[in-house]
């Protein structure tokens, strides 16, 4: 599974990327390539349409273009992307949107 990995901290960009990199996938399933991380919404989108990847994990909270913007304007470039947003907040207005 290609994937993308979108998170304004760095540290828990990498840390997704480096634990998704090393497991190993049950039978019959492709083993996880990250294909770029990104720090900013105008980076989600951007690299998306770069890579196509099969699946972004793209953070809900960042400053400036948040996640769920730039989710809406991938899902309008490509209605079929799939994207699993990642918050640490309880914010149910949040949830919700996603």
């Known amino acids: ?44 989108i951007d690299l998306y349409k770069a890579h196509r990847p099969d699946l972004i994990l793209l953070d809900i909270r960042m400053d400036g273009l948040d996640g769920l913007a730039a989710g809406q304007k991938i899902l309008q470039f490509d209605p079929e992307a799939k994207i699993l947003f990642l918050t640490t907040f309880l914010d149910d207005d949040y949830i919700v949107k996603a």
């Open 1 to 44: 599974m290609k994937i993308i990995i979108i998170d304004d901290d760095p540290i828990v960009a990498d840390s997704l990327a480096l634990i998704l990199g090393q497991q190993t996938p049950p039978p019959g399933l492709d083993p996880v390539d990250v294909l770029a991380l990104g720090h900013s919404g105008q980076e989600a």
